[in-house]
């Protein structure tokens, strides 16, 4: 089966600074996996959605605002409502992370070993899939090139991660849709239930009603909405 998963992350400045801010602590990084036969209803939905509404431009976690809450609450509906659409987020404690020991002094390289973290424990030999991220200025050229290599040694017998792409994010409703998602996770995290914008705990409470219970860890074998705290060693 070709399998289609769109990928974004929030708060990766943290990655580079290796500080945190108040309200600022875990970045993410996560994709919304579909089939590939999948993608063109899921499109049409949200866009139905998006009219009805009257939603115009790129959906994104930073535009959820008041004026706009029925919008985003049904949009989160609609991934829960959907049985073909899965969700994984890496959440990363930036207050641990020490790109001096681990990543050799290179921010960019930890912030793709953490994409592999990503990629590597959701795959299945036995599926084909393609990446699609969001675009993002690499100062190594080859980024994404190595990372669908590096992932592909691990499944020496059917290499099933057949292309990564970077894609512009405003042409494409399912990676903003992924990018909400993964926002209210993001959010969670930093903010747990004391969040200072009430759309964006709104869409938080509609994720966890949906859940019964609250966003956080998962276990390894959660499909739907997979959560995996990456554990760090904390060095200085």
């Known amino acids: 089966m070709m399998i289609y998963i769109y990928c974004d992350e929030s708060n990766q400045d943290l990655l580079a600074t290796q500080r945190t801010e108040i309200g600022k602590k875990y970045c993410c990084i996560g994709g919304l996996m579909i089939p590939v036969d999948s993608r063109i209803s899921i499109k049409k939905k949200i866009e139905v959605l998006k009219k009805r509404h009257n939603i115009h431009g790129e959906i994104r976690w930073g535009s959820v605002s008041p004026n706009k809450i029925s919008f985003y609450l049904e949009l989160v509906d609609l991934f829960f409502d959907t049985p073909d659409m899965f969700l994984r987020t890496v959440v990363i404690d930036a207050s641990k992370i020490c790109n001096d020991i681990f990543n050799e002094n290179d921010h960019e390289l930890g912030y793709y070993k953490f994409y592999y ?3 590597y424990h959701w795959l299945r030999f036995d599926n084909e899939y393609r990446v699609y991220t969001d675009q993002k200025t690499n100062k190594d050229k080859n980024r994404l090139k190595d990372l669908r290599r590096i992932v592909n040694i691990m499944f020496p017998s059917s290499n099933p991660l057949r292309s990564i792409q ?13 990018n909400i998602l993964m926002g209210a996770v993001g959010y969670k995290y930093n903010y747990s239930d004391d ?14 009603s949906h859940l019964q ?14 959560v995996f705290e990456i554990a760090l060693r904390e060095e200085r």
């Not at 970077?166 to 992924?178: C, F, G, K, T, Y």
């Not at 969040?195 to 705990?201: E, Q």
């Not at 219970?213 to 997979?226: C, D, L």
Request: glycine share 4%; charged share 25%; net charge positive.
């Open 195 to 208: 969040g200072v914008s009430l759309a964006k705990v709104q869409v938080v409470a509609r994720v966890e």
């Open 166 to 178: 970077a894609i512009d994010s405003r042409e494409s409703l399912i990676l903003q849709m992924q």
């Open 117 to 119: 973290q990503l990629l």
């Open 213 to 226: 219970r609250k966003i956080g860890k998962t276990s390894p074998n959660e499909q739907k909405f997979n």
